[in-house]
T-cell receptor, first 114, second 115 residues
Framework: DTEVTQTPKHLVMGMTNKKSLKCEQHMGHRAMYWYKQKAKKPPELMFVYSYEKLSINESVPSRFSPECPNSSLLNLHLHALQPEDSALYLC?????????????FGPGTRLTVL | DQQVKQNSPSLSVQEGRISILNCDYTNSMFDYFLWYKKYPAEGPTFLISISSIKDKNEDGRFTVFLNKSAKHLSLHIVPSQPGDSAVYFCAASARVDNQGGKLIFGQGTELSVKP
């Protein structure tokens, strides 16, 4: 089983709202990731958590705040977003073992900021 | 600077024939490469990977070839099926002990397999 789940599937929010995206995996993976994908573009890395600690922040604006409550859960808290933040937000996880650390992706949350 | 490039935005192939998707990279520090398949508004689905110490990996209809001297890899799909129609992303990363690595994606190639 290589399933990563994400909720909600779709989210519409105003620029003054606060909302959260959730991601869950039960594969025992030790790293979890947030990517952002705009239309017709490849996914771009935002954050990496390794063993529940933030290990990579790709200079993401502070209006995006990640949280890893435990090894199975990853949240992305959103506040005061801009319309240009509208995108597909993808969560992924990986084992952190072996020569190839395959990342498995969830279905994504389609975010629209009005 | 694009470290991973897929120079063909689209590819059209007849059902039953071979599909060849190409990918070039510039960073010789990449340890492994992966191919993902993606439908619109869905997450990428992992297809196949290859370590930099190998030159070929095969899984069913999918084979990935790596030419390190040319910094080039390719994905072969044989035989191609209409259900293979999707966007294919090549991705690369470097292995870091005890830490998740950043996947660098190419721009993607949209494959269309016609019946």
């Amino acid at each position: 089983d290589t399933e990563v789940t994400q909720t909600p599937k779709h989210l519409v929010m105003g620029m003054t709202n606060k909302k959260s995206l959730k991601c869950e995996q039960h594969m025992g993976h030790r790293a979890m990731y947030w990517y952002k994908q705009k239309a017709k573009k490849p996914p771009e890395l935002m954050f990496v958590y390794s063993y529940e600690k933030l290990s990579i922040n790709e200079s993401v604006p502070s209006r995006f705040s990640p949280e890893c409550p435990n090894s199975s859960l990853l949240n992305l808290h959103l506040h005061a977003l801009q319309p240009e933040d509208s995108a597909l937000y993808l969560c992924a996880s990986s084992q952190l073992e072996g020569l190839i650390d395959t990342q498995y992706f969830g279905p994504g949350t389609r975010l629209t900021v009005l | 600077d694009q470290q991973v490039k897929q120079n063909s935005p689209s590819l059209s192939v007849q059902e039953g024939r071979i599909s060849i998707l190409n990918c070039d990279y510039t960073n010789s520090m990449f340890d492994y490469f992966l191919w993902y398949k993606k439908y619109p508004a869905e997450g990428p689905t992992f297809l196949i990977s290859i370590s930099s110490i190998k030159d070929k990996n095969e899984d069913g209809r999918f084979t990935v070839f790596l030419n390190k001297s040319a910094k080039h890899l390719s994905l072969h799909i044989v035989p191609s099926q209409p259900g293979d129609s999707a966007v294919y992303f090549c991705a690369a990363s470097a292995r870091v002990d005890n830490q998740g690595g950043k996947l660098i994606f190419g721009q993607g190639t949209e494959l269309s397999v016609k019946p």
